[in-house]
Structure formats: C-alpha cells, structure tokens
C-alpha cells in the first residue's frame, strides 16, 4: 500500500477536527470536569446562565414550524443549548404564554396548528423552568411593562446574565437586554470553541491514558524534544501521550508504545510525521481558539453589563 500523500494526511487532519459539532461541547465539558488538574493547561468553557422571553421562543416555533427547508436544522439559540453555551431559564409565564398563542399564530401566519403544537412541546424540554419571587414581581410590575416584570425578575433571582429578548423594554425594566446577535456570537463562539478543545483534549484522551498517567506525564514535559520546548503544555501531553498519533495509524500501537516509553526517557528528537502532525494541530487548535475568543469578545459585551459568568 503506498504511502499517504502530505496534502492527503493535512486533509485528513484538518477533517477530522473540524467536523466536530458543537453540541460535542458536553461531552468536552465532561472530560474537563474529570481531569481538572488539566484545567490549567487545557483552558476552560465559557458558560452563561440567561432567561429567555416570549419572543424569542415564538420566533423560533414560527421558523421551525414554516421556513425551515432542513427538518435537521436548528435555531441559534437552539444550538447553544445544546451545546450547553448557555444554560436557560423561563418563568411559567412563559409556557402559558405560547400555549395561548399558538392557535392565533396558526391562523395569522397560516401555519398548521398541530405543527405549531408539536414543535412547542419538542422545544419545552430545552428550557428549565422557574418560578421568580413574588415579591420581586411585584415590586417590577409598576414599570413600562408588567408582563415583562416576570422575566427580569427571574433573571435577579437566579443571578442571570440577563434576558434574551426582542423587546427594550426589558432594559427600561432595569434586566439586562441580550439580543439576538448576542446568540448568534455565542454559537459561532461554541462552533470554534469546540474544534479547539476537541483538538486539545483528543490529545490526552484518545490514547485511554488514566488519570494517574497524565499527572505522570505532565512530570514528564521537561524531557521532551527541545524542538518543541515553546509548544503550549498540551501539545506536549499531547506528543508524549502519542494521541494524535493513533488516530491516524490506529494499527501502530506497538510503533506508539514503544514511541512514547523512548519519550519517557528524555528522547530528543520526536519522529518527523508526529512532530508535524502535532504542529499541525497545534495551529488548528490556536486559528479556532483565536476565532472562539474574538466572538466571546463580541457576545460579552453584552453579557459583561450583567452578572458574573456561572462556573
């Protein structure tokens, strides 16, 4: 069998991480839970916790139920649930609130009312319900608008970065108004985020290297090849651990075992189809990690007038 051309083997590299989907995110958060002394060296993800309004649900049931051509597609807000990038609350005003709607939003858009029915309780599922303090309530319910008192104080009591809304009047309520550019910033950021971290922790992980041994490993950087000296410290896991490796040559786990015993003993130069497969990862792992901060940028400056980000 001939050899892999280099250009196949950089396809090959760059398909396999970048195919990643960013609902792939929780289980990326799983592993970051699990090996938490690699928090330092792996980075973390962001996550908020938000409320979402009326409008913005029934904008998404009125895509889903009539302009979707993909029945696969989802919305934006959608996706970041999935991906776990934002973590959504609405209070039971909310539920009761669509639910009286729907027939009237069948019959002004035409849109079939069982269609409607059956997208909303598909959608229900993803939004975590709460009941905010009625006093809060309350004492909301003498602004611009009493319905949205509901929300913003939902928001307070849950210390919430704020209010994914289509309507101002949540910031003349004195809640944090997120738009809709702010989700849609949030899903280009779970999109890049997840190549990234896939890229990092695949390093470590797909070799089914326990726990025990990475704390070995990471004793273990200083010995490897000066030409890597300046690699970030999970790239050297990452060659010493010989992950990117076996997902290219899943067959060669005896070359790689033997690879990574010599690397273990200070070796000082690493094989050149290794080296440069790590160095190709490396820079996939930092264009999608640049790519992940300048839209985090972009969406916390929204996020950023509210409180602090959930741990």
């Not at 069998?1 to 250009?7: A, D, G, I, T």
């Not at 895509?63 to 597609?73: E, F, I, M, V």
């Not at 940028?297 to 996020?303: F, G, N």
């Amino acid at each position: 069998m001939s050899k892999p051309s280099e250009e196949m083997m950089d396809d090959d590299l760059a398909s396999v991480f970048t195919s990643v989907r960013s609902d792939h995110l929780k289980n990326l958060r799983a592993a970051l839970h699990q090996w938490k002394e690699l928090q330092p060296v792996l980075g973390d993800i962001a996550q908020f916790r938000v409320v979402v309004d009326t409008n913005v649900v029934i904008g998404d049931l009125l895509w889903l139920s009539g302009k979707r051509k993909n029945p696969d597609a989802t919305t934006d807000l959608m996706e970041v649930i999935e991906a776990e990038t934002v973590d959504i609350y609405a209070p039971p005003a909310l539920f009761h609130e669509v639910e009286e709607k729907i027939p009237l939003l069948a019959e002004e858009k035409g849109i079939d009312v069982d269609q409607l029915r059956t997208q909303w309780e598909q959608y229900k599922p993803r939004l975590k319900i709460k009941e905010p303090k009625p006093e809060r309530v309350t004492a909301l319910q003498h602004g611009v608008d009493p319905d949205d008192a509901f929300f913003v104080a939902l928001a307070e009591d849950i210390s919430a970065h704020g209010v994914i809304t289509k309507d101002r009047h949540i910031e003349m309520m004195g809640g944090n108004w997120i738009t809709i550019e702010c989700v849609t910033n949030l899903r280009d950021y779970s999109r890049a985020i997840a190549v990234n971290m896939n890229i990092k922790v695949s390093g470590v992980m797909l070799t089914g290297v326990a726990l025990a041994s990475v704390r070995q490993l990471l004793l273990g950087i200083k010995a490897l090849a000066s030409a890597i000296s300046r690699a970030p410290d999970w790239v050297k896991i990452a060659l010493l651990a010989g992950g990117l490796f076996i997902i290219f040559y899943p067959g060669a786990r005896a070359r790689l075992t033997q690879w990574v015993m010599a690397a273990l003993e200070g070796i000082q130069d690493a094989t050149p189809y290794v080296t440069e497969q790590i160095a190709e990862a490396a820079a996939l792992a930092g264009k999608h990690g640049d790519e992940a901060k300048s839209h985090l940028e972009k969406a916390m400056l929204e996020l950023d007038r509210s409180p602090k980000e959930t741990e």
